[in-house]
């Protein structure tokens, strides 16, 4: 039975070139009618094309044409066809972010990296965290802070210092981005059955933005962070290179001491 397949493609030179070579090989079907869904691109469009597409349900096999790529595979013109049949599935789930702004309005977003608590005037954050009625760290001033999914922990929440998580690990990460008051305080690993809630203690005074990706809520107050079960991404990677790999060599990479 012969595969079916769609394309989502970015529109820049690299991802132009690839489209026209896939374009030659691949007759390509609808979103709807297909059984895998080629994306072309980097990360930051592959993050958009999942939110976008998810609820079709199908598997997306990610082509980089960007720079690094975490979450793409490496074009191989040759051994397309041969690569999309034995593919190694992975399977995670967003963050469900819920904010409440200043004027009482609450807009939700997801998350498959992370969402990201910043300020934005130069004053710095002042912050509440709580992990259901416990308290995390009842004031934490500073830039902000993260939360991150296994997938997200080798991004934003790496270039903060943040842990690595294993993508079966079944934790979040919180971690703080540049802490003035505790200085010291690193951050905490928590259960992915977490419900985080970040208050904003001075919104008058030092007003926060609230990011899921690539969504920003500003001027929010109230922020609760779950993970959301009810919503399955599934990627598909070349045999033996999929995001699990990729994260275990970026933990060898900083045990060692390398960027």
């Not at 975490?70 to 904010?99: G, R």
């Not at 997801?110 to 912050?127: G, P, T, W």
């Not at 934003?156 to 079944?170: A, C, D, F, R, W």
């Amino acid at each position: 039975m012969k595969l079916k397949i769609s394309l989502v493609s970015d529109k820049n030179k690299n991802s132009n070139k690839i489209k026209y070579k896939l374009e030659k090989k691949i007759k390509f079907s609808s979103i709807k009618n297909s059984e895998i869904i080629i994306v072309i691109g980097g990360d930051g469009f592959m993050l958009q094309t999942l939110k976008k597409f998810y609820k079709f349900k199908k598997p997306f096999y990610g082509i980089n044409s960007g720079d690094y790529g975490f979450l793409m595979n490496k074009f191989y013109e040759k051994n397309i066809i041969n690569n999309l049949v034995k593919t190694d599935k992975i399977k995670i789930s967003p963050l469900q972010m819920s904010v409440k702004n200043k004027s009482n309005k609450i807009k939700k977003s997801i998350a498959i990296n992370e969402i990201s608590i910043l300020r934005q005037s130069r004053q710095a954050a002042s912050l509440s965290i709580k992990n259901g009625k416990k308290n995390i760290i009842k004031k934490l001033r500073g830039d902000g802070l993260l939360v991150c999914t296994p997938a997200g922990s080798t991004a934003y929440n790496l270039s903060v210092h943040g842990p690595i998580l294993n993508l079966n690990s079944n934790k979040l990460a919180i971690s703080p981005v540049s802490p003035f008051r505790p200085r010291r305080w690193k951050g905490k690993i928590v259960s992915n059955k977490s419900k985080i809630y970040i208050r904003n203690l001075n919104p008058k005074k030092r007003p926060i933005s609230a990011v899921a990706d690539n969504v920003e809520v500003r001027n929010a107050v109230d922020i609760k962070i779950s993970e959301n079960k009810n919503i399955i991404f599934s990627l598909l990677y070349n045999k033996n290179k999929s995001i699990e790999k990729k994260i275990k060599i970026e933990q060898l990479r900083k045990e060692v001491g390398k960027s």
